[in-house]
């Protein structure tokens, strides 16, 4: 009888490597690794290798970088989203592709499960699932970390480092980097260790080489650099005038961001399960194309157009850090943003200077904006007439009056 196949989302680091072998001996199973490309860099060095030292007996290292770029990265930031205020989504939007990536191999290999190492206590295991769910609701899924025999045998880091040395597993860990990270074509996370204390200062002198994608703003050019971007339908298609795609543009502006010390966040943020934590993010490209397409917005788009869609933003942020990437509700808005989007087309023209990201100019074919309309000084179209506030002004006047009214007859 043929043994079960489990598709392993496989990083390489401890806690997976772990887990592969874990697998292995408690499912007597055979383990599929898979690794997504999407950006990690040197860090995917040497993973087949590992993986199938480990045990796996198949390995999947698939470049995902231009499906990441074009099919999930570009279509968020058209949507204007930005979680709690600050957070880019790096890593949320990885998830959905991963797990479509997960359910995909796992078809083709005949397995009926899926495992992950997301911890019982993050957003992760939540995304990974809920992708699945949305995508192959007949695999199982093995989530090792929410499993009281496995906490029971690694009840900590030390458990597993002894595990590993028992097992000829090589693993990296040390206190050297009392923190973990995740890398993306979008950004690089750090969190945990000396950052679970949100009076730690990360941006400290002492911790700047913690940092991976950025230079510190102080250490950044002491000369601005100015750059234009030019977009078709929200999209940023230009860089400089030369054409690139949704992967080049992604490459080149964390090339040019990181460069200039652009796009550190450090934020204490609210975790789908119930608990706060304390994250710091890089993210030098992805905040050089939002601040660029809201202001290609701000003059292509229509008033109401942008204010509904803004509605909507703290709602499409939360569905793709909840994990919601494949639900009804979250495409049902990526149609409406789609449509809003089809005359955010121009270029638009930033300087950037020691962290900072600085408007220095706009323009497109289907502007909005009338100079002329505008105007303080007489509009030579006469499509404006200022006596008309008059009449408008009253209107909007009429409900406060009659509310100022009722209160003072209660005094």
Not at 98 to 119: D, L, N, P, S
Not at 198 to 227: G, H, L, R, T
Not at 376 to 386: F, G, K, L, R, V
Request: aromatic share 10%; proline share 4%; glycine share 8%.
């Amino acid at each position: 009888m043929a043994k079960q196949k489990i598709v392993l989302a496989y990083s390489g680091g401890l806690d997976t490597s772990i887990i592969l072998k874990w697998l292995k001996e408690t499912y007597d199973a055979e383990i599929i690794a898979f690794t997504a490309d999407i950006g990690q860099k040197e860090e995917l060095d040497g993973l087949e290798e590992k993986a199938l030292a480990t045990g796996a007996s198949k390995v999947y290292i698939d470049d995902l970088r231009e499906e990441f770029a074009s099919d999930f990265i570009f279509p968020m930031f058209q949507s204007g989203a930005l979680y709690e205020g600050q957070y880019l989504l790096g890593t949320s939007i990885a998830r959905p592709l991963i797990a479509k990536r997960m359910v995909e191999i796992a078809r083709a290999e005949g397995a009926t499960a899926i495992a992950h190492g997301a911890t019982g206590k993050g957003n992760d295991q939540v995304r990974f699932e809920l992708g699945v769910a949305a995508l192959a609701p007949d695999l199982q899924v093995i989530a090792p970390w929410r499993l009281e025999s496995f906490r029971e045998q690694f009840p900590g880091r030390a458990e597993m480092i002894a595990y590993a040395e028992k097992h000829g597993i090589k693993v990296t860990a040390s206190a050297a980097k009392p923190y973990s990270t995740d890398r993306n074509l979008l950004h690089i996370s750090f969190e945990s260790g000396m950052l679970e204390y949100p009076w730690f200062d990360a941006s400290a002198e002492s911790n700047k080489d913690m940092f991976v994608m950025s230079v510190s703003p102080e250490d950044a050019p002491d000369q601005a650099e100015y750059i234009d971007l030019g977009f078709d339908q929200g999209n940023c298609v230009t860089i400089n005038g030369e054409s690139y795609n949704p992967l080049q543009t992604m490459e080149k502006l964390n090339e040019i961001g990181g460069k200039h010390g652009i796009g550190r966040v450090d934020m204490v943020e609210n975790r789908f399960v119930g608990m706060k934590s304390r994250g710091v993010y890089e993210t030098p490209g992805g905040t050089i194309l939002f601040a660029a397409h809201r202001v290609m917005e701000s003059l292509t788009m229509d008033r109401d157009v942008m204010h509904l869609r803004d509605s909507l933003i703290s709602k499409y942020s939360t569905l793709v850090y909840n994990g919601f990437w494949f639900a009804p509700e979250r495409l049902a808005l990526q149609a409406l943003v789609n449509e809003s989007q089809r005359n955010v087309s121009g270029t638009v023209r930033l300087k950037l200077y020691k962290g900072n990201v600085i408007t220095a100019g706009v323009k497109s074919p289907v502007s909005l904006y009338n100079p002329d309309i505008a105007t303080m000084e007489a509009d030579p179209t006469q499509a404006y007439d200022q006596g008309d506030a008059t009449g408008f002004i009253r209107l909007n006047a009429l409900r406060l009056k009659v509310s100022s009214g009722v209160e003072q007859s209660k005094k």
